[in-house]
T-cell receptor, first 116, second 114 residues
């Protein structure tokens, strides 16, 4: 099992450019999440999904969009990148609580994004 | 709203010694989960230990153990026999049982001195 993978690992964007971050998991998890990590602020939830075809806003959703067309993939899009979106982005997945799954989230290795 | 606080931005420990990382949280819930995650320089988040609030017994995983004080809303992590590979950022995290959103603290950077 690869677990949770993220592509790309690192990207530099200019202000106004768009890009998509891909997260994939091979554990058949229902729940998937996108976080951003900034110095001194821990991880903040951007968007999450409780199943294929569903998405919901987290703590800091503005400027981002997501899609969950397939259960194993969760895409994070930046339509018009801003310097404030310079951060490290983490994807995570977990079993569904309602299926009696574990409370543990499994994280990907992160994507470092620099917006100039 | 729930919050998680880690009051020690940086800590250091001598190799083979013991270190305790502090975490406090605020919640009005009676049932919830608490976690400690480790983030080494590779940046991947690794679950170290978790604690269910309804369990009075403190969780233990090999050299890692917690001191869970529910009334005080305190959840500290003790690392015994510290190793160089323990050097990392450590995040305390909280989650309500009924909602799968995890709230993270700001993190504590742990250095291990050879």
């Amino acid at each position: 099992n690869a677990g949770v993978t993220q592509t790309p690992k690192f990207r530099v964007l200019k202000t106004g450019q768009s890009m998509t971050l891909l997260c994939a998991q091979d554990m058949n998890h229902e729940y998937m999440y996108w976080y951003r990590q900034d110095p001194g602020m821990g991880l903040r939830l951007i968007h999450y999904s409780v199943g294929e075809g569903t998405t919901a806003k987290g703590e800091v959703p503005d400027g981002y969009n997501v899609s969950r067309l397939k259960k194993q993939n969760f895409l994070l899009g930046l339509e018009s990148a801003a310097p404030s979106q310079t951060s490290v982005y983490f994807c995570a997945s977990s079993y569904s609580l309602f299926a009696g799954g574990q409370e543990t989230q499994y994280f990907g290795p992160g994507t470092r994004l620099l917006v100039l | 709203a729930q919050t998680v606080t880690q009051s020690q931005p940086e800590m250091s420990v001598q190799e083979a010694e013991t270190v305790t990382l502090s975490c406090t949280y605020d919640t009005s819930e009676s049932d919830y989960y608490l976690f400690w995650y480790k983030q080494p320089p590779s940046r991947q988040m690794i679950l170290v230990i978790r604690q269910e609030a309804y369990k009075q017994q403190n969780a233990t995983e090999n050299r890692f153990s917690v001191n869970f004080q529910k009334a005080a809303k305190s959840f500290s992590l003790k690392i015994s026999d510290s190793q160089l590979g323990d050097a990392a950022m450590y995040f305390c995290a909280y989650r309500k049982t009924s909602y799968d959103k995890v709230i993270f603290g700001p993190g504590t950077s742990l250095s291990v001195i050879p």
